[in-house]
């Protein structure tokens, strides 16, 4: 017989809801104090339809907690010095307080130095090399988002998360390393692991968190996660099948039931991660108008 699944879920659509509804109350109070509307630019190149949806949802979801929105949709011949004409532009623009260049660029682009272009006070994203040095030194910084939201899902699960074993699966710029930063501020044991680490079943054991970013279907299986252990599951498949396409985690979901919480996908991750890009444009708005000042729900 089959046991019963018994973990609990880690609702992201629900606390996501609760810091957008907080973060569109600090908005109105800015507008009140300042008679200023916090902004938001992403740039998209290409026609990347998975990106083209992301952008899409983060546009919508800056205009319903009341900030400004400037999408810049360009082809995907962009030149280098096109995009970074306009980072030069988006830069200098007082109304625009975040820029965000949505991921992957088309081959031909570079995007380190395209990342590297953006001012660090308006790099909402947190990929500068400078938001990147102040996480890694524990200094105040604009921490990339899905990390941060997955930090943010582990604190209001745990609340303590100190001396606890974490293992994060995947080592990329935008998950891995500063998830790791993050679990190492909040005094856990982290160990990084990737494609190439030996014995990661057993590694997964030894986890009392797992954080999973490696974009592969359901590549842990269940008898890999320690029972009680909290999973936070990052990736985000499409899985063609039979019928409708499925949106499937890293994690095999349905074994995971001896886990003692665990993120669904969709409705995990996902959603905490636009409500984090979204608290910091209002951090990035407050840091470049009022230094020092009240920190707001968002941070
Ligand atoms: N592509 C996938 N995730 C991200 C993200 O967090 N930021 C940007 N800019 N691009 C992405």
């Known amino acids: 017989m089959q046991k019963a699944f018994e973990a609990a879920l880690i609702d992201g ?10 973060i569109a109350g600090d908005v109105a109070v800015i507008k009140a104090e300042t008679g200023q509307t916090p902004g938001l630019a992403v740039v998209l190149v290409g026609e990347d339809p998975a990106s083209a949806v992301y952008v899409k949802s983060k546009h919508r979801q ?8 400037f999408v810049h949709r360009l082809p995907v011949d ?3 010095d096109a995009l970074m004409s306009l980072l030069d532009q988006l830069n200098a623009d007082p109304a625009v307080n975040g820029i965000l260049v949505q991921l992957p660029l088309p081959p031909h682009l570079e ?20 938001n990147a040095g102040l996480l890694a030194t524990g200094q105040e910084a604009l921490v990339p988002c899905t990390p941060l939201g997955c930090t943010m899902l582990l604190k209001d699960r745990l609340s303590d998360l100190s001396g606890l074993n974490a293992l994060v699966i995947g080592k990329s710029n935008i998950v891995g390393k500063p998830m790791a930063q993050l679990l190492m501020a909040e005094n856990c044991t982290v160990t990084v692991a990737h494609s190439r680490t030996r014995n990661l079943p ?15 279907p359901e ?15 990052v990736g985000i498949n499409r899985v063609e099948g039979k019928g409708k ?5 890293d994690v095999a979901f349905a074994e995971a039931g001896h886990a003692a919480a665990i993120t669904p996908v969709p409705g995990g ?3 905490m991660t636009i409500a984090c890009l979204l608290a910091n444009t209002v951090t990035a708005f407050r840091r470049q108008n009022k230094p020092n000042t009240t920190r707001f729900a968002a941070e």
């Open 13 to 22: 659509k629900s606390l996501a809801a609760s810091l957008v509804e907080r």
């Open 62 to 69: 800056t205009e319903a907690a009341g900030m400004r929105s």
């Open 78 to 80: 962009t030149t280098q």
């Open 111 to 130: 995007a380190a130095e395209v990342i590297n272009a953006i001012n660090p006070a308006k790099d909402v994203d947190g990929f500068h090399i400078s």
């Open 202 to 216: 057993e590694l997964c054991r030894t986890a009392d968190i797992l954080v999973v970013a490696v974009g592969r």
């Open 219 to 233: 590549m842990v299986r269940g008898d890999w996660i320690k029972p009680g252990a909290t999973v936070i599951d």
């Open 245 to 249: 396409p499925r949106i499937v985690g």
């Open 269 to 271: 991750v996902g959603p």
